[in-house]
C-alpha cells in the first residue's frame, strides 16, 4: 500500500490508498513540536474521507489511513474550539476506527484491531514512520470523495473521471454542494443552476427545463458521468437522490457525451447517492403554494454482519402542483434502491432509478406584435386546467473497481435507459400574418432508449520530479430513437408512427386573442384535428464509441499538466425520405490540453484548450440528419484560496468559436431543428464560495459575456451582465444559537429575442429577483421557511419568441424541513 507524498495532492495507488495532506503543494512544514494547542474547526458532516482532508489542513497534519477502511463512513463534524486530537476524535465517533501518531506531523487513521491481534505502536515517537505496519484494508472506489465542508469543494471527478484536485484542474469547474442545496431551499436543478457563474435556466414549453452555459444550450447533461438523455425531453432526478452538482464549463467532448445536446458551453453532471456503511435515516419534506407537498426518504447502511454488503434507498413523492396561472395536476415519484459489495480488492454496486413526473404548463403569455407592450395578460389566455407533460425514466446501472497489482487499477460503469414524455397543450402558432397567432390544441409523444458503458484502466507512477497519472479509457454507447409503436390517439384520431414515434396531434381553436373570447365550444367541437407526423427520428439508431487516453503530471512542486486524447466514432442510421437505409459515419481526434502553475500554496494560474464536437441523432426539416457541429475553447483562469483555505475564488476568461449552431425553432419535444449560423463567444466569469467568517458561508458569482453570430445576425437570449449572491449565517451562541438566516438576489441584464413570423427583434428587460429564509435548528432536525420573488416582481425567461413567452409572477412561500430518526 502507498500514500500520498508531502505536498502532493495526487496519490501514488490505483485505488488511492488514501493519504490527505496538511496544505496544498508547497504548504509550510509543521512546528517541530506539531500542533497542540486549542483552535478553531469548522468541520461540517460529510464523508469522512472529506472530514479528514479538512483537519489535515486546518491542524497542518499529514493524515495517512486505507481507502477500504473509511469509504463507508460518515463523520458528524467537529465544530468549536478544540485541541487537534480532540477535533479528530469527534470525527471518528461511532466509527470502528481509531487515531495513532507515529510523529508530530503524522497521523494514522485505522480499524481498532482485536485484543488478541494489536499492533503495538512505536514506543518512541521519533522512531521513523513504517507504512508496513499499517494494516491493509479493502480498496474502495473513491469516486464520490469530495469536500462538503459548507459552500467550498476541494475535489472533483467528472473533469478527469478521476478523483482530482480543483486546484489542479485547468478549467472553471462548479461544484454545488449539499449545504448549498438546503440553504437555497431548492426544489430542483433548476434552482441549483441558477447562482452558477455563466449559466441560465429557462422553463421549457412542456415542463423540462433547459439550460444555457457560456450562450449554448447543456441539455440535461451528465448522470454520473454518463449522459442523463439523448433528446433532451428527458426529467431529471429530484434532489433527495443527489449528492452533489458539478457545472463544468467548456467543452466537454472529451467526456464522451452521447447526448443529445450542444456541449460547447459546458455540461451539469449530477452526482447520486450511493450506498454506504455509516447509517442515514433521514426524512424530508417542504409544503408551497404552488408546489404542493413533497415528502422523500433517505436510508443507507450496512446489509451484513461483516459491513461488506452496504445499501441505500432514496425515495420520494410530489403531489398537488398548480401554477398561479391555474394549471394543475402536478405530481412526482422517484425510487432509486442501490447495493454495493466491497471485497478486498474489488467493489460493485449496482443501482435501479424509476422516475415519473407529471408536470402542468408553465406560466406563460404570448405577443401580438414584436414588443413586450402587447404581451396578453397572462390570466386571460385561453387554456386547460389539463395541459401538462409526462415525463417517464427507468435506469439501471452498475460500478465495478478492482485493483491488480502493481498500481494498475480498473473501473467500469453503465447505464441502460428508457425515456418517455408525452403532454397536451392548448398553444399558438405564428400564422402568416405579421402580429396574428394561431390558437391549437395539440398533443406529442416521443420515447427514446440507450445504454453506455464506460471503462477505464488507471495507474500511477513516477519517474524523476514528474507523477504520472495515467488513464486508458473505452466507451461505448447505442441510442436508439423511435420504438415503431403502433401509433398514438387523441380524441379518437390515430396517427401512424411506423416510422416515427414523436407524434403532434393538433385542433384548431377558433379564439380571438385580441378580445380575449372564445367562439362557441360547438363550433370548436366540429373543427376536425390534424395528425401531425413528426419526421425527427424515426427509428434512427446512432452508436458512439471513442478510445481514451490521459496523462494527468505533477511535475515539482507548481506545475500540473493535463493531456488528454480521444478518438470518437459516430454512426448513425436512419432512412431516406423514399425509404432507403442511409448510414452517416463520423470520426474525430478530439485532444484537450491545460497547464496548472501553482504562484505560491494558495494561488494557481491555469491555462486550458478544449475542441467540441457534437454528432446530432436529430433529423432537420427534410428529414435528414443535421451536419456535426465542431468547436474550439481557450480559457485562461486562476483560482485563489481564501480566508485560511476555507473559501475559493475562481477567474476564469474564456474564448469559444463554433463553425454552426442549431436553432431549435419548436416549442415542444422533439424540437425541429435546422443549422444555424457559427457563433463565436467570450467572456469573463469570477465566483466565490466558502466561508469567511465563523457560522457565515457565502457564494456570489458574476458573468460578463459577448456573444457574435457568423452572419451579422443579432444573439437572442445573451445578456452581457448577470451576477448573484447568497450568503448564510448560523448564530454560535446565545439564545439565537439554534437560529440561522440566509438571503441571496440574481440580477441581470437586458437581451433580445426574436419572433418566429417574421424575424423581429425585440428586447427582453434586465431583472432582479431577491430571495430569503429563516431556519430553526434541532439536535435532529431542521426547519426552513422561506420566500422566492421577495418583491413580487414580473419575471421573464432570457429568451422566448412570441408563440410562448415563460414568466413567473408573484412571491412563493415554501417550508421545507428534514428529521434524523
Sequence with gaps: MQYMLRGRRRALTGALALALAAHAAGAAEAPADGPSGPMPFAIAPQPLATALLAWGKQANVQVLTASGSIANWRSGGAQGVLTPDAALDELLEGTDLQRESYDTRTVVVRQRQKPDNATPAPVDPDVAFDPGTVVPLATVDVQGLVSDTGFKADTTRTVTRSEARLTDVPQSVTVVTRDVIESQQAVDIGDVARYVAGVQYVDGYGGSPLFLIRGFDAGHGLTDGMPNGIARTEDLPPLIGIERVEVLRGPEAILGDASQNNNFGGSINVVMKRPQ???????????????????????????????????????????????????????????????????????????????????????HTVLLGPDLSTARPYRSLSGDSADESTYRTSRAVFELDHEFGDDWTFHSQGQYVRQRSDGRSQSYLASGFAGALDAVDRSFRYSGTYWTWQNDLSTTFRHGDVTHTLLMGLDLARTHAGDNGSGSTEEGVTADTSSSDAVIVTRPLAYNLRSSSDFSAKFNALVAPVSTTVQALGGSWQTNAGLYLQDQMAIGEQWNVLVALRRTQYELETRWQDGSPRRVHKSRWIPKLGVVYKLSPTVALYADSSTGFQPDPLLGKDGQPLPVATSRQIELGA?????????????????????????????????????GPGQTNRGLELEFAGQVAPGLDVLASLTEAHISNHDDTRPTGAPKHQAAVWASYRFGEGAVKPWGVAAGILARSRSLGRTSSDGRYFGIPGQASVETNVSRYGEHWRLTLGVKNLFARTLYAVNFDETFVPIRQGRVVLLTGTYDF
Excluded at 394549471?327 to 435501479?352: D, I, N
Excluded at 475559493?648 to 419535444?669: F, G, K, M, N
Aim: net charge negative.
Design 277 to 363: 456503511a455509516q447509517p442515514v435515516r433521514t426524512l424530508t419534506y417542504s409544503l408551497g403554494e404552488y408546489d404542493g407537498a413533497r415528502l422523500g426518504l433517505d436510508l443507507a447502511g450496512t446489509a451484513s454482519n461483516d459491513g461488506s454488503v452496504t445499501y441505500r434507498l432514496v425515495a420520494a413523492g410530489q403531489r398537488g402542483e398548480k401554477t398561479p396561472q391555474g394549471f394543475g395536476g402536478g405530481r412526482g415519484a422517484y425510487l432509486a434502491p442501490s447495493l454495493a459489495w466491497q471485497g478486498e480488492q474489488t467493489r460493485v454496486m449496482g443501482g435501479l432509478e424509476f422516475v415519473d413526473n407529471r408536470v402542468p404548463g408553465p406560466d
Design 639 to 675: 483560482k485563489f484560496d481564501l480566508f485560511d483555505q476555507r473559501a475559493r475564488l475562481t477567474a476564469a476568461l474564456y474564448r469559444i468559436h463554433v463553425d454552426h449552431s442549431i436553432d431549435l425553432v419548436s416549442p415542444e419535444p422533439p424540437f425541429f431543428a435546422t443549422p
